[in-house]
């Protein structure tokens, strides 16, 4: 097969990418066992079972790339802060890098079953020090749909935990494994299939080959250790999910630096807007400001598609300022006004009031809130 991940040739790109890129849940079933080694390394073959019923269809794209839901199947059988560092390195990664929204990471429940999500299995049976710290799992797309199975697997041991003595290179190792298995979530089939590749350890997968070779990949079996996206992996993304390319921007306080940001990646309606350390090109902070004519705007979340707007079209000073499906509304409704330094404060019709950090807070996790316009520091916005 070819590939999946890429450099950035678009010229290369046939007119039907998703159809051909994209791998269906039934797919890359097996667990893949190699994906930790280094590069070079030559272990037992991979498992990956290639089946007929490798369907590759454009339905199987995850309708909305920003909030991929994720849940966890054992959750007893990882510990809170192993838990942690693996969703945070998820996060993080395809956040920053290629405008991804992995959400949830809580246990499974109906409303995962419910729908297309990524359901992980943290198989407690492997010992780390075999050197396989942590192996493959499935692959899934937005096809998906109801069941009550596992759709991931990430082997971990019996303790739940990276051991007490853990080298930076076993963690590195784990990371890279769990990002790569994310990386088939979205469709990214393996870089060392390519009829181009110099990886000797070929799965034998069909696929199509975007730009060129890329040894580094994530997705490829030879890629050096502790790999995380390249360049050539986010172009790949980017190519079967052309909306995350330009997501928006952040905006922030141009006194205390925080960053607007919807909790948790939470896309219910209602959600609050509040501030917080900015992570760059993760898609709870981006924004998208949509002109509606006569000086008045919108401002969409970039990972909700959802408006800026204050909450019960309140008019009073302190009234809290949500997200909430746009509807055109004049709490919904914005003028910006220019403030000194290049800032802005933002102005909502419904009241003529303010958005406003209040008592000018530093703490991350406030909600923001409007107030008088009276141009302070917790009224500029850049
Ligand atoms: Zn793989």
């Given at each position: ?14 007119a039907?990418?998703f ?22 390394c ?29 849940c ?60 396989n ?19 991931m ?103 205390n ?10 896309s219910?309606p ?17 924004w998208?400001?949509?002109d ?23 008019l ?62 917790a009224?500029?916005?850049?």
């Amino acid at each position: 097969m070819r590939q999946l991940s890429l450099e950035e040739h678009p010229q290369a790109l046939t007119a039907e990418p998703f159809k051909i890129l994209l791998a269906s849940p039934m797919v890359l079933a097996s667990v893949i066992a190699l994906s930790l080694l280094p590069a070079g390394c030559v272990r037992a073959p991979s498992v990956h079972s290639e089946n007929s019923s490798y369907i590759r269809t454009e339905s199987s794209r995850w309708p909305n790339p920003r909030a991929i839901p994720v849940c966890i199947m054992n959750i007893h059988d990882i510990k809170p802060n192993l838990l942690n560092d693996l969703s945070t390195t998820v996060r993080t990664d395809y956040g920053t890098k290629a405008g991804v929204g992995y959400v949830g990471w809580e246990p499974c429940s109906d409303y995962y079953f419910k729908q297309s999500s990524v359901r992980v299995y943290f198989n407690p049976s492997q010992n780390w020090s075999d050197g396989n710290g942590s192996t493959g799992g499935n692959s899934l797309d937005g096809a998906t749909g109801a069941g009550t199975n596992a759709t991931m697997t990430i082997n971990i041991d019996a303790k739940g935990e990276y051991p007490q003595n853990a080298s930076e290179e076993l963690k590195s190792r784990v990371r890279s494994t769990t990002l790569h298995e994310f990386g088939h979530v979205l469709g990214l089939m393996h870089e060392g299939d390519r009829h181009d590749s110099t990886c000797d350890r070929k799965t034998g997968a069909p696929g199509v080959n975007i730009g060129s070779y890329d040894p580094n990949s994530l997705m490829n079996y030879c890629r050096p250790a502790g790999q995380t996206l390249t360049q050539g992996d986010v172009a790949g993304i980017h190519t079967l999910y052309p909306e995350l390319k330009g997501a928006g921007s952040q905006r922030k306080n141009s006194s205390n630096q925080k960053c607007w940001e919807i909790p948790e990646f939470s896309s219910d309606p209602g959600a609050p807007l509040q501030q917080r350390d900015c992570a760059p090109g993760v898609p709870n902070q981006l924004w998208r400001t949509q002109d509606l004519g006569n000086g008045e705007f919108e401002i969409r979340s970039s990972l909700t598609n959802t408006c800026l707007d204050v909450a019960g079209a309140d008019l009073s000073s302190g009234a809290k300022v949500i997200l909430w499906p746009c509807s055109g509304g004049d709490n919904q409704r914005v003028r910006l006004i220019d403030q000194t330094g290049g800032g802005k404060s933002v102005q909502f019709k419904h009241s003529g009031k303010c958005l406003d950090v209040p008592g000018s807070s530093t703490e991350n996790g406030i909600q923001l809130q409007q107030w008088d316009c009276n141009g302070s520091s917790a009224q500029n916005f850049d």
